[in-house]
């Protein structure tokens, strides 16, 4: 079955401290990955894709076949990070996206 | 460019009842796709359209249907509501199907009683 978890609904730091959003996905074939992000009162928009392997704001996500994971990363958290994340993957050749469960980020003063 | 616009932005419905909503892609995004997000959880898939075409449907009943007109326009029409349908329903368009880079709109806040 194809799935994304998030394992974590809620993730909360110190401005500064290291931040890691985990991702698990369960998927035949081989998928996309991607971390979408909502911030407060924001649409959903994409944040890094795994393809593109590059830096936004500070986030970096390795894809680990091995382990099927995504995890998002950041060396050093700040307040402006606070939103909502979301993996997803889409399966070749498909438009769909399958999205996690989501992790609420909070990061504190 | 307004980006992906969504109407009506709220609605209240109640049980038994249809309600159709619409999406307005950005400017040059001949794809469009729905998605429904209950409190809580994750965007859940419903369906893709491109070029007035169906490209994929996702696990909902037949209650739900959907069309996209020749100005790429589309609407997402639910029969027979169900307290269960009360969501957020997302439209996302992008350039072509199979692109990742979805741009979403601020959702339909659908509320069945």
């Known amino acids: 079955a194809q799935r994304v978890t998030q394992p974590e609904k809620l993730l909360s730091v110190f401005k500064g401290a290291p931040v890691e959003l985990k991702c698990n996905y369960s998927?035949?074939?081989?998928?996309?990955l991607f971390w979408y992000v909502q911030y407060s009162r924001q649409r959903l928009q994409l944040l890094l894709r795994?393809?593109s392997r590059e830096s936004i704001k500070g986030f970096t996500a390795d894809l680990n076949k091995g382990e099927t994971s995504f995890h998002l990363k950041k060396p050093f958290a700040q307040e402006e990070d606070s939103a909502m994340y979301y993996c997803?993957?889409?399966?070749?050749?498909?438009?769909?996206?399958?999205f996690g469960q989501g992790t609420t980020l909070q990061v504190k003063p | 460019d307004a980006g992906v616009t969504q109407s009506p932005t709220h609605l209240i419905k109640t049980r038994g009842q249809h309600v159709t909503l619409r999406c307005s892609p950005i400017?040059?995004?001949?794809?469009v796709s729905w998605y429904q997000q209950v409190l809580g959880q994750g965007p859940q898939f419903i369906f893709q359209y491109y070029e007035k075409e169906e490209r994929g449907r996702g696990n909902f009943p037949d209650r739900f249907s959907a069309r996209q007109f020749p100005n790429y326009s589309s609407e997402l029409n639910v029969n027979a509501l169900l307290l269960g349908d009360s969501a957020l329903y997302l439209c996302?368009?992008?350039?072509?199907?199979?692109?990742?880079?979805?741009?979403f709109g601020s959702g339909t806040q659908l509320s069945v009683l």
């Open positions: 996302a368009s992008s350039l072509v199907p199979h692109n990742e880079k979805l741009f």
């Open positions: 997803a993957l889409i399966g070749s050749n498909t438009g769909k996206l399958i």
């Open positions: 998927y035949s074939g081989s998928p996309e």
């Open positions: 400017s040059g995004h001949k794809s």
């Open positions: 795994h393809i």
